[in-house]
């Protein structure tokens, strides 16, 4: 099952170009939030193959877990009957029969914007030592974004977290830098909601409120992130499920994913194709100023506001995913 992710047409955002089988080492595709993550390789994981798995199960009348042997698709199949990513109306869904083949498609696009854009800040921010284009908000530069930049989470320079608000009100994109790992999203995301929810109390602390304001000695620096790749689940490939009396076979299990965040806004578009056939730290009380540099390893979100897990997940853990700069 292959998939052809079809950028918008070309705008600030994502470019019209034809998505590339990934090498992984520069894009490591990660099927569910639970499955882990290489801590040294970007990562990305998006809701179109769960989806698309659940839409697989409906068609062939899954109405209890898969039998399977395979321990990653048996994750596969549990996590896609959970999902609360998405509505029905956010994605579009395609289904063909031919013989005793199915292909069942899934496919989201979202064109996000920063309403007022964030500024240019090329040229002030290293990642990993790597000089990279950026984007975001810096002093007093920052009484232009209240309502468009929430800091959820701060300890210390490195580690937080914040919200930006799009100016289309039912998305919301979070950025998280932590100062340890994870084994995989769905751990990542966990604690994230936690740190979220003791920050929540923590504001009404008015010692403490300095933290989630962005004031005139604050700056927030993000970069430029773009990418256009497809993947192929080799590891899928050939393995046999049982639904009630029937078995089938995996043939091919694909996914891609388009996406570009930069001072404009943020453009997403992804797909996911599967085919199957019959057979078998400790806070100072004073404020100072906050450097929210994304300059190291950090993770991007994109959710539903209404939803409790996030469509996309991306972890840039270098910079072959960023737009080089020039200091």
Same mark, same amino acid.
């Given at each position: &099952?292959? =998939?052809?992710?079809?950028?918008?047409?070309?705008?600030?955002?994502?470019?019209?170009?034809?998505?590339?089988?990934?090498?992984?080492?520069?894009?490591?595709? =990660?099927?569910?939030?639970?499955?882990?993550?290489?801590?040294?390789?970007?990562?990305?994981?998006?809701?179109?193959?769960?989806?698309?798995?659940?839409?697989?199960?409906?068609?062939?009348?899954?109405?209890?877990?898969?039998?399977?042997?395979?321990?990653?698709?048996?994750?596969?199949?549990?996590?896609?009957?959970? =999902?609360?990513?998405?509505?029905?109306?956010?994605?579009?869904?395609?289904?063909?029969?031919?013989?005793?083949?199915?292909?069942?498609?899934?496919?989201?696009?979202?064109?996000?914007? *920063?309403?007022?854009?964030?500024? !240019?800040?090329?040229?002030?921010?290293?990642?990993?030592?790597?000089? %990279?284009?950026?984007?975001?908000?810096?002093?007093?530069?920052?009484?232009?974004?209240?309502?468009?930049?929430?800091?959820?989470?701060?300890?210390?320079?490195?580690?937080?977290?914040?919200?930006?608000?799009?100016?289309?009100?039912?998305?919301?994109?979070?950025?998280?830098?932590? !100062?340890?790992?994870?084994?995989?999203?769905?751990?990542?995301?966990?604690?994230?909601?936690?740190?979220?929810?003791?920050?929540?109390?923590?504001?009404?602390?008015?010692?403490?409120?300095?933290?989630?304001?962005?004031?005139?000695?604050?700056?927030?620096?993000?970069?430029?992130?773009?990418?256009?790749?497809?993947?192929?689940?080799?590891?899928?490939?050939?393995?046999? *499920?049982?639904?009630?009396?029937?078995?089938?076979? %995996?043939?091919?299990?694909?996914?891609?994913?388009?996406?570009?965040?930069?001072?404009?806004?943020?453009?997403?578009?992804?797909?996911?194709?599967?085919? %199957?056939? &019959?057979?078998?730290?400790?806070?100072?009380?004073?404020?100072?100023?906050?450097?929210?540099?994304? !300059?190291?390893? *950090?993770?991007?979100?994109?959710?539903?506001?209404?939803?409790?897990?996030?469509?996309? %997940?991306?972890?840039?853990?270098?910079?072959?995913?960023?737009?080089?700069?020039?200091?």
């Amino acid at each position: &099952m292959a =998939i052809a992710c079809h950028p918008p047409q070309a705008n600030e955002k994502i470019d019209n170009t034809t998505s590339s089988l990934v090498d992984s080492s520069i894009l490591h595709f =990660i099927p569910t939030m639970q499955h882990r993550v290489p801590v040294d390789r970007n990562a990305v994981y998006a809701a179109s193959l769960p989806l698309a798995w659940n839409v697989l199960r409906t068609e062939i009348n899954a109405s209890a877990a898969i039998k399977t042997d395979m321990h990653s698709l048996a994750l596969l199949d549990s996590v896609s009957t959970r =999902i609360d990513a998405l509505d029905d109306a956010d994605y579009q869904r395609k289904v063909e029969r031919v013989g005793s083949g199915i292909s069942v498609a899934t496919r989201q696009k979202i064109d996000l914007t *920063f309403s007022p854009s964030f500024d !240019d800040l090329s040229g002030k921010l290293l990642f990993d030592s790597v000089p %990279v284009t950026a984007f975001g908000t810096s002093k007093e530069q920052n009484a232009i974004h209240p309502h468009q930049v929430e800091v959820l989470v701060y300890r210390s320079d490195e580690h937080f977290a914040v919200r930006l608000n799009p100016a289309e009100q039912d998305h919301e994109i979070l950025l998280f830098k932590a !100062d340890r790992s994870f084994d995989d999203f769905a751990q990542m995301y966990k604690v994230l909601l936690e740190e979220c929810e003791r920050g929540e109390k923590e504001q009404i602390d008015p010692t403490q409120q300095w933290r989630y304001q962005l004031t005139d000695v604050d700056e927030l620096l993000i970069p430029t992130v773009g990418f256009d790749k497809r993947t192929i689940y080799a590891q899928f490939a050939g393995q046999i *499920f049982g639904v009630q009396q029937a078995e089938y076979t %995996v043939e091919e299990v694909s996914q891609s994913v388009a996406f570009v965040m930069n001072k404009y806004g943020v453009s997403m578009e992804t797909g996911a194709e599967i085919i %199957v056939s &019959m057979g078998g730290v400790p806070m100072d009380d004073m404020p100072k100023p906050k450097m929210l540099r994304f !300059d190291k390893p *950090f993770y991007i979100m994109m959710k539903k506001s209404d939803k409790v897990s996030p469509y996309l %997940v991306v972890y840039i853990a270098n910079t072959l995913l960023l737009e080089k700069g020039e200091r």
